[in-house]
């Protein structure tokens, strides 16, 4: 079974991803040059330097689009660890405990498909940062 963690989390880390493997590709590129394989080399370089910009650039999107999705994300206070963490839909799990988090009763899970990370507990957000009218 796979410990999922939150959207946010998860968007992160494909960010993160995509950001080491374009690296890797550009450094691995540059031993076309750096070990002298002649014509060959540099047309590998230049292969690997740009799917390897490319990969950097879908990442700079990626974590673009992850911030833009946590500044519109519900803040509320996690029920099992007590920290304040960020939920994207009707259900997403804890930044730092994993405890699926949902807002609706409809979508609470069951007892036969709930994992390790615990109940899913529903909860109202805490809605204290938003403008109130005089």
Not at 104 to 127: C, H, S, Y
Request: proline share 4%.
């Amino acid at each position: 079974m796979r410990f999922r963690s939150s959207k946010v989390n998860e968007f992160r880390l494909w960010g993160l991803a995509l950001t080491m493997g374009g690296m890797l590709l550009m450094i691995i590129g540059l031993a076309g040059i750096v070990f002298d394989w002649g014509k060959a080399g540099r047309i590998i370089a230049v292969i690997f330097m740009i799917i390897g910009m490319v990969s950097m650039l879908v990442s700079m999107g990626i974590y673009f689009w992850a911030g833009m999705l946590s500044t519109s994300a519900i803040a509320l206070d996690c029920p099992e660890c007590g920290r304040r963490t960020k939920m994207l839909g009707k259900t997403d799990r804890c930044m730092f405990c994993k405890t699926i988090l949902t807002v609706d009763p409809q979508f609470q899970p069951t007892a036969e498909n709930e994992t390790a990370a615990g109940q899913a507990v529903p909860i109202e957000p805490n809605r204290d940062h938003e403008h109130k009218p005089h």
